[in-house]
């Protein structure tokens, strides 16, 4: 109620003084080098931490499973950031103003994250992962068949998708998937900053000229990502089940890399309000706004899972059943159920509230919340693939805590990255005609 009366006499103030100025500086502000500092520390303790793994039974095993984990967060971030922000440009409004620069910032991590994969495409790691990896051939794949290493289902299914699933065929993915990405990257943050360095900046030829040069290149793009997100969902994370089929996998990766990403950039925008410039420039309109948004992912999100869980259930073909047989028993009921509570059930439930929405401390638990359900869910999709984790849970060693230390120290790696990023520009969009309504004072509901 006191928070409410606050706001409302914000609002008178602002109603009396007419539209507000734009601070004079527009950069990022200087708490952003301790953000980046603790970022580094967290990433260096829990390294250390995952050291203590290392030399545990299955420890290396779940060590190199962990970090794909965290990869795979880090490339939703910023594959999803970049996706996020040609769906901006295509749709318009004033929503991703705010989130312009945030977005932008975790598209430029997009080169750490292709290092990051390097590890994984040295068969020394890549054979504790993938199948296809250990056994890169037909003879290879029959003779572990014969010597019971593999089921003749995985041998047969191996073998037939040999073509897309073998090292080099995924060295050539992944330099075609990053290419792509990279290019994208390139013109959107380029012509972002000659945007705002126009001459004929704040004129109407001006945002004219910008939003179609945008929108020819966000148009495509969207559809060429959904195409390499597709391809690398399958060869990254599907196909570490060779026997895994799945028509909406690539769609399913899309919408929970918008899920993900809009959780970060809210969390971002927020923290960085306390703060000039974003002080200035974020109303409680576009934060309810952004809220929204992220419902309606939250609910796309359990839509497309629940659907192709429901079609397998009610099917009931042996060929599709034990990629969740595997996920639900011994133990792993556990996960999936908090899986379902943490990714989906709290979320939808607690974004239902307007006043929650509204609200910046409770927003920021709620999105860091989300971020975390995004790595349980991760958790779930990747370590039941394995022989000795695959309905059993109960059975997993204690290196399954490998799964936190990892993932954090990437996650923490990147996060400093991403905030390196976030400095390099101002903060805010000067060049948009959305700016001059953003500041405008807010009207009482």
């Given at each position: 109620?006191?928070?409410?009366?606050?706001?409302?006499?914000?609002?008178?103030?602002?109603?009396?003084?007419?539209?507000?100025?734009?601070?004079?500086?527009?950069?990022?502000?200087?708490?952003?080098?301790?953000?980046?500092?603790?970022?580094?520390?967290?990433?260096?303790?829990?390294?250390?931490?995952?050291?203590?793994?290392?030399?545990?039974?299955?420890?290396?095993?779940?060590?190199?499973?962990?970090?794909?984990?965290?990869?795979?967060?880090?490339?939703?971030?910023?594959?999803?950031?970049?996706?996020?922000?040609?769906?901006?440009?295509?749709?318009?409004?004033?929503?991703?103003?705010?989130?312009?620069?945030?977005?932008?910032?975790?598209?430029?991590?997009?080169?750490?994250?292709?290092?990051?994969?390097?590890?994984?495409?040295?068969?020394?790691?890549?054979?504790?992962?993938?199948?296809?990896?250990?056994?890169p051939d037909a003879a290879s794949t029959n003779n572990a068949m014969l010597?019971?290493?593999?089921?003749?289902?995985?041998?047969?299914?191996?073998?037939?998708?040999?073509?897309?699933?073998?090292?080099?065929?995924?060295?050539?993915?992944?330099?075609?998937?990053?290419?792509?990405?990279?290019?994208?990257?390139?013109?959107?943050?380029?012509?972002?900053?000659?945007?705002?360095?126009?001459?004929?900046?704040?004129?109407?030829?001006?945002?004219?000229?910008?939003?179609?040069?945008?929108?020819?290149?966000?148009?495509?793009?969207?559809?060429?990502?959904?195409?390499?997100?597709?391809?690398?969902?399958?060869?990254?994370?599907?196909?570490?089940?060779?026997?895994?089929?799945?028509?909406?996998?690539?769609?399913?990766?899309?919408?929970?890399?918008?899920?993900?990403?809009?959780?970060?950039?809210?969390?971002?925008?927020?923290?960085?309000?306390?703060?000039?410039?974003?002080?200035?420039?974020?109303?409680?309109?576009?934060?309810?706004?952004?809220?929204?948004?992220?419902?309606?992912?939250?609910?796309?999100?359990?839509?497309?899972?629940?659907?192709?869980?429901?079609?397998?259930?009610?099917?009931?073909?042996?060929?599709?059943?034990?990629?969740?047989?595997?996920?639900?028993?011994?133990?792993?009921w556990t996960i999936c159920t908090l899986d379902f509570v943490c990714h989906?059930?709290?979320?939808?439930?607690?974004?239902?509230?307007?006043?929650?929405?509204?609200?910046?401390?409770?927003?920021?638990?709620?999105?860091?919340?989300?971020?975390?359900?995004?790595?349980?869910?991760?958790?779930?999709?990747?370590?039941?693939?394995?022989?000795?984790?695959?309905?059993?849970?109960?059975?997993?060693?204690?290196?399954?805590?490998?799964?936190?230390?990892?993932p954090v120290t990437v996650i923490a790696l990147w996060a400093a990255y991403?905030?390196?990023?976030?400095?390099?520009?101002?903060?805010?969009?000067?060049?948009?005609?959305?700016?001059?309504?953003?500041?405008?004072?807010?009207?009482?509901?």
């Amino acid at each position: 109620m006191s928070s409410a009366n606050e706001h409302h006499g914000e609002q008178g103030m602002n109603a009396h003084h007419g539209p507000r100025a734009l601070p004079a500086s527009l950069a990022a502000p200087p708490v952003l080098v301790a953000w980046r500092t603790r970022a580094l520390m967290v990433a260096a303790v829990f390294a250390l931490l995952t050291l203590l793994f290392a030399f545990t039974h299955e420890g290396r095993n779940h060590i190199i499973r962990a970090y794909l984990m965290g990869y795979m967060t880090c490339f939703n971030f910023a594959g999803g950031a970049l996706v996020l922000l040609m769906l901006q440009y295509v749709s318009g409004g004033k929503w991703g103003l705010l989130l312009r620069r945030p977005l932008e910032a975790m598209t430029r991590t997009l080169p750490l994250v292709a290092v990051m994969f390097i590890p994984i495409l040295l068969p020394y790691f890549g054979k504790h992962l993938y199948q296809w990896i250990l056994y890169p051939d037909a003879a290879s794949t029959n003779n572990a068949m014969l010597s019971g290493l593999i089921t003749r289902e995985q041998a047969l299914t191996a073998n037939f998708k040999r073509p897309m699933l073998n090292p080099h065929a995924m060295i050539v993915e992944y330099c075609i998937i990053y290419a792509v990405l990279f290019i994208l990257m390139f013109l959107l943050n380029r012509w972002s900053l000659e945007c705002d360095a126009d001459p004929r900046r704040g004129t109407h030829p001006s945002y004219e000229r910008w939003r179609i040069k945008f929108e020819n290149l966000s148009g495509p793009g969207i559809l060429i990502y959904v195409i390499m997100l597709t391809l690398g969902a399958i060869v990254w994370i599907k196909s570490l089940d060779v026997t895994w089929y799945s028509s909406i996998w690539g769609l399913q990766f899309l919408v929970a890399q918008g899920y993900g990403v809009l959780a970060l950039s809210i969390l971002s925008v927020i923290l960085l309000s306390r703060y000039e410039p974003m002080k200035t420039l974020l109303r409680v309109t576009e934060q309810h706004d952004l809220a929204k948004l992220t419902f309606a992912f939250v609910m796309l999100n359990i839509y497309l899972t629940f659907a192709e869980f429901l079609i397998i259930w009610s099917g009931n073909l042996p060929d599709e059943l034990p990629w969740y047989l595997n996920r639900i028993h011994g133990g792993w009921w556990t996960i999936c159920t908090l899986d379902f509570v943490c990714h989906w059930l709290i979320p939808f439930c607690l974004l239902l509230s307007r006043d929650l929405k509204r609200n910046k401390q409770k927003m920021i638990w709620l999105t860091c919340f989300m971020i975390f359900a995004r790595c349980v869910d991760m958790f779930w999709l990747i370590e039941p693939n394995f022989k000795g984790a695959a309905g059993n849970l109960v059975g997993e060693p204690l290196s399954i805590l490998a799964y936190i230390t990892v993932p954090v120290t990437v996650i923490a790696l990147w996060a400093a990255y991403y905030i390196t990023q976030l400095m390099k520009r101002p903060l805010v969009v000067v060049n948009d005609p959305h700016l001059e309504e953003m500041l405008e004072p807010e009207h009482a509901h």
